[in-house]
């Protein structure tokens, strides 16, 4: 559990994508980034942490958060020549430098959480009509590209550490179609349970460790399921919106309750699966601010969001066919409820505890 507690994220210092729209034109090509750029100028090497108070640059990252405009970008400026080595701009095998264009940084404000500032680079194109391709260097995180100029059709990527887009042409635009999205996203989905959602995956744990048969298990996972769909909709397209101070301290007590019931066993299953639905609607508002900061255009949204909501699923059933796996043989022996189900239920709780401290008060 030691272990565990020293990379639990921080919620108000996440580490999120940053997202481009790409303009490839014959001469020149045009990135403009939401970025958090603290974290660039600070040096934090986002492809290693989950959040920014676990790295070494952790207090000049927290210091460059109290700047205003004007010296954060005098900042910027200063470690430029270290940056834009960051920006992968390639033709034909061969990288081009970018330039800043443009800086749009707002006033400092809630230092708790993340400031998206808006960059723009650009850099000129050798001769030719051959293709580009645009990445970010590993130590700059996950990366989402949008080449504009091609309406609702238009490429969109969701890239992985170091990974760089197809070759974006210059006389037209990359298209793709809406089952590479719905797939593209399925796969974000699973990766945000497994391995990025530790909240999550602990409470489904506390459902797998409430059950001694695999039926009544399937049904609050399906009462979890039919919730967090419900929420994550309304969310995602705007119709709700809590803020995630109040939706992750929530979702940390959720993991503590169910925790808490496996042990003391003061729950029965209806009552437990009614819970579940209900505890399902928060977690849907936190995969809700997860999808959001992907950016989906308007025309790839409902792809998007149910692809994203199956891989979820996927995710969830991979943690209880593993959870099966090692201890699922033991559900119906005597002493499967004192020896697995009790200890680890309140490693859970422990867990869920310390998370609820920490995004209330740290």
Request: glycine fraction near 10%.
């Amino acid at each position: 559990m030691a272990l565990l507690l020293t990379v639990l994220p921080a919620a108000s210092h996440e580490i999120r994508p940053t997202i481009a729209d790409v303009e490839v034109g014959a001469e020149r090509v045009t990135l403009r980034l939401i970025v958090t750029l603290e974290s660039l100028i600070a040096g934090i090497d986002l492809a290693e942490i989950d959040n920014t108070n676990t790295a070494p640059e952790a207090a000049i990252y927290d210091r460059l958060r109290t700047l205003g405009p004007e010296r954060l970008e005098a900042a910027l400026r200063d470690a430029w020549p270290r940056i834009q080595r960051g920006f992968l701009i390639e033709v034909e095998g061969e990288l081009v430098t970018p330039d800043i264009v443009s800086v749009e940084i707002p006033a400092v404000g809630n230092l708790d959480l993340p400031r998206d500032s808006i960059l723009t680079v650009g850099a000129e194109l050798p001769p030719g009509d051959a293709g580009v391709r645009v990445g970010l260097a590993p130590q700059f995180g996950t990366f989402i590209p949008r080449q504009v100029g091609g309406g609702e059709d238009a490429y969109e990527g969701f890239l992985g550490v170091g990974e760089m887009t197809p070759e974006l042409p210059r006389a037209a635009v990359l298209t793709e179609t809406a089952g590479a999205v719905f797939l593209r996203y399925i796969g974000a989905g699973v990766e945000h349970i497994v391995p990025l959602g530790l909240d999550h995956i602990l409470f489904v744990l506390g459902l797998f460790f409430f059950a001694t048969q695999l039926g009544p298990l399937l049904w609050q996972v399906t009462a979890f399921t039919v919730a967090h769909t419900i929420t994550l909709a309304l969310a995602a397209t705007g119709v709700v919106t809590v803020p995630a101070s109040i939706v992750e301290p929530l979702i940390a007590a959720t993991i503590v309750f169910v925790g808490i019931e496996n042990t003391l066993g003061f729950g029965t299953i209806k009552g437990r699966t009614a819970l579940v639905f209900v505890f399902g609607l928060l977690h849907g508002l936190g995969f809700a601010s997860v999808l959001g900061d992907y950016g989906i255009a308007s025309g790839r949204f409902l792809y998007a969001l149910v692809g994203f909501n199956i891989g979820v699923e996927i995710g969830q059933l991979m943690v209880i066919l593993i959870a099966f796996s090692l201890v699922g043989w033991f559900m119906s022996r005597a002493w499967y409820r004192k020896a697995i189900a009790i200890p680890v239920s309140l490693i859970i709780a422990s867990i869920g505890a310390y998370w609820v401290v920490e995004r209330t008060i740290l």
